[in-house]
């Protein structure tokens, strides 16, 4: 049993709402010796250390033993010895002694893992609260529960505070994180039986309507396919406008001098990783190139319980202290965003970023999402940087999947931001305000394309996406059928997400508007229509070289001269996009690639069939893409944005 004495327990809080300044007073303690005072005492810090460290602190928000741990300055048993000499407490191991579960249960686990404490046993009339945190133990009394008082306090480490409730509440915290979406605004809702019936009696009303009426159920096809072409080619010429002209005024102020900020963020990285064990060693000597202060970055490699080969890679690495290894429990499914929800509960940052296994993030990139999350207004609750692969120059399909992938992040999502149109996130170099990202549930757990999902959910609810001009470099995806699993299930995700968030349309429509209603018909069915109907598009090339067509007599030589000059306008607006994207020295030379892309998109509506005939079957199956197959080497320091000397000095993170 834990003796409580001599330390004094603390009194019972007062009343909220009531105020007895003259008792107060007398119950106020004498000032507390500063901890680096008790640190040097102990002998347990070199001056010179403490007083970087001090320095450090005028400037951060982060706590002074989180900053002596994060450049392994003070040894963490010192640190604790320290702290409870500090505040006169004892120190607990949680884990050697485990907390009394109901006692979890009546604050909640999330609550306790976001406060790094935990209700550890009932002594004396007393709840005895471990906390990794005294110094916010005042301030956390007068939020728990009345009828637990009176409180005392003891202190704990930090990971044995979160092993301890993962050892008492994984099966609660992993339950929760599968259903933190609203009901109404998750594909978790979807009645797998009754989609099925609902596809297949399509399918058999598309058949029976083709062999009974063919040229009247083709000509309806063939219409669908132009207007959504029609429409499509508009919102990309319109996005590529507004980013043309917005851009060049946006560059004109990122010229100018930019605020100072007076105390930097602690900014948590989530990385989900699954069978990624050939990869891990090169994404901790990427992370390590980050120029962010290593007290406020927090690292979380999020990895599931059952996937043993990451876990044993990961046990040989040798981590520095702000990266941590986060161990997701198995479950009826294994996707990404479940781990990403999960996770969610151990950051201690107000910025969340998400990162994939294979990134090569700039160098200052954390220290530009600060700068311009410090710049905006709260209503802007994410910030997606910009992705590009390092890998370009392997095969053909890496060239087309580096044009699509810098038209899309350079000109398409930055204009229909500037365009105030619904911005479908891409799944990494995403980073949130940590308020936005709780309030919204954090991310649809069922949903196989969870960035996109999230991008829609954050419009609903009024909040705004910004495009940033850092850039994260990946590895392409350049084998033939990898590719078309890993388009199938992002079309899949779009698929589910439009089904989702169409379910009241009158709803949807008065939340985001008539502009960004359309817009996200656009986006998202549009974009399927397309890659389903290519076939049909391809089949109107016959008129045009006067060959049978189903249409051949209802079209006529003008609807066969508006076709020709839609389709022309279409390709150059494509072509024009691409090759304005892909403008600058590092893929300049793919400009000779681009009109193969014509060749390139047709994987696209072989993925789209796969994709619709899994959302019937398979709604939530995750088709991982595999990574490290071309990955044999780091991307070169100048792709990065960082001198040739950061990146020798970078190769410190070290294999045992």
């Known amino acids: 049993m834990l003796a409580l004495a001599p330390a004094p327990l603390p009194t019972k809080a007062p009343a909220r709402g009531l105020t007895n300044p003259a008792p107060r007073a007398r119950r106020e303690a004498p000032a507390r010796p500063p901890l680096g005072k008790i640190l040097l005492e102990m002998q347990a810090i070199s001056p010179e250390n403490l007083l970087k460290a001090l320095v450090l602190r005028k400037r951060q928000e982060v706590r002074l033993g989180d900053i002596l741990l994060a450049h392994g300055w003070v040894r963490e048993a010192d640190l604790m010895a320290a702290l409870a000499a500090q505040w006169q407490a004892a120190v607990i191991d949680p884990v050697a002694e485990l907390p009394d579960p109901r006692l979890i249960d009546r604050i909640g686990a999330e609550t306790c893992l976001r406060h790094a404490m935990v209700p550890w046993r009932r002594v004396a009339g007393f709840t005895v609260i471990a906390t990794a945190r005294p110094e916010d133990f005042a301030r956390l009394r007068e939020t728990l529960p009345e009828a637990m008082a009176p409180y005392a306090m003891v202190i704990a480490a930090e990971t044995a505070i979160h092993a301890a409730l993962l050892m008492r509440r994984q099966s609660a915290l992993i339950r929760r994180a599968e259903t933190l979406v609203a009901p109404a605004e998750s594909c978790r809702t979807i009645n797998g039986p009754r989609t099925q019936w609902i596809a297949w009696a399509a399918l058999l009303v598309a058949t029976l309507a083709l062999w009974l009426a063919p040229v009247a159920s083709f000509a309806v096809l063939t219409f669908w396919a132009i207007v959504t072409l029609a429409a499509g080619s508009a919102l990309k010429l319109a996005a590529f406008v507004a980013e043309f002209v917005g851009g060049a005024r946006e560059r004109k102020r990122a010229a100018l001098p930019q605020p100072v900020i007076a105390r930097l963020p602690v900014v948590s990285v989530m990385v989900p990783l699954l069978h990624e064990h050939d990869i891990s060693g090169r994404l901790l000597r990427r992370l390590s190139r980050l ?56 950051c201690r940052g107000t910025i969340i970023g998400v990162y994939d296994a294979e990134d090569a993030p700039d160098a200052d990139q954390i220290h530009a999402v600060v700068r311009r999350f410090h710049q905006c207004g709260p209503e802007v609750a994410c910030l997606q940087g910009l992705l590009d692969y390092y890998n370009p120059r392997t095969n053909w399909l890496a060239r087309c999947f580096t044009a699509e992938y810098a038209a899309w992040f350079r000109a398409m999502l930055p204009g229909l931001a500037r365009l105030g149109l619904v911005v479908p996130l891409g799944g990494t170099t995403l980073f949130f305000r940590r308020a936005a990202i709780e309030a919204l549930g954090g991310w649809d757990a069922h949903n196989v394309t969870e960035d996109a999902d999230l991008g829609i959910r954050l419009a609903r609810h009024g909040y705004r996406t910004e495009l940033i001009a850092t850039v994260t470099h990946e590895e392409a995806n350049c084998r033939v059928l990898p590719w078309v699993r890993q388009r199938s299930r992002w079309l899949k995700g779009y698929a589910m997400t439009w089904g989702v968030h169409m379910r009241d349309p009158v709803l949807l429509w008065r939340q985001l508007g008539p502009w960004r209603f359309w817009g996200f018909q656009v986006l998202f069915l549009g974009s399927l229509s397309q890659y389903l109907l290519a076939p049909v598009l391809w089949l109107l090339a016959l008129l045009a070289l006067g060959v049978g067509h189903p249409l051949h007599g209802l079209v006529g030589d003008a609807g066969l001269a508006a076709m020709t000059w839609l389709f022309l306008i279409s390709e150059v607006i494509t072509l024009g996009v691409a090759a304005w994207a892909v403008r600058g020295r590092e893929h300049r030379h793919l400009w000779a690639w681009l009109p193969l892309l014509n060749l390139y998109f047709p994987l696209g509506a072989l993925a789209a069939w796969k994709a619709i005939y899994e959302v019937a079957v398979r709604p939530f199956y995750w088709d991982k893409t595999v990574h490290g197959l071309f990955d044999h080497a780091d991307p070169p320091p100048a792709a990065l944005g960082m001198p040739v000397a950061v990146e020798a000095a970078a190769q410190g993170a070290r294999l045992t």
């Open 291 to 346: 120029s962010y202060p290593r007290e406020l970055l927090d690292v979380l490699l999020v990895v599931e319980e059952d996937d043993t080969a990451t876990r044993a890679v990961l046990a040989r690495t040798r981590l520095p202290h702000w990266v941590r290894v986060i161990l997701v429990p198995d479950g009826p499914i294994r996707t990404k965003p479940r781990a990403l929800n999960f996770a969610l509960n151990f």
